[in-house]
């Protein structure tokens, strides 16, 4: 089982950025593909980004494309979401997640099997 928890959430100003982290234990963090959802108040969770193995390929919702980038560090067990900017509707609960071991990104949550418990983002128009 990996444990995965989020930080750097927080309340930001339209235009602006922010650097999520998901630090992962447990396991052996190279072996999982990564990925970060979101969910609005109301709303389903929805995908925003994911990344394989090696970190040498990487997948973006449409909404968050040129303005969000994920990357890994295997050496600290981290995957990071850097947000730049920002819009109040990306406003909602990040979680990051990990795939079964030797498993590939996808854009589906099913195909998640830990989830962090979630950070906070509020960008204010």
């Known amino acids: 089982q990996v444990q995965l928890a989020e930080s750097g959430g927080g309340l930001v100003q339209a235009g602006g950025s922010l650097r999520l982290s998901c630090a992962a234990s447990g396991r052996t963090f190279v072996w999982f593909a990564m990925g970060w959802f979101r969910q609005a108040p109301g709303k389903e969770r929805e995908f925003v980004a994911a990344?394989?193995?090696?970190?040498?390929?990487?997948y973006y919702a449409d909404s968050v494309k040129g303005r969000f980038t994920i990357s890994r560090d295997n050496a600290r067990n981290t995957v990071y979401l850097q947000m730049n900017s920002l819009k109040p509707e990306d406003t909602a609960v990040y979680y990051c997640a990990c795939s079964d071991p030797w498993g590939v990104p996808t854009t589906s949550s099913e195909d998640y099997v830990n989830w962090g418990q979630g950070t906070q983002v509020t960008v204010s128009s």
């Open positions: 990344i394989n193995r090696s970190g040498g390929s990487t």
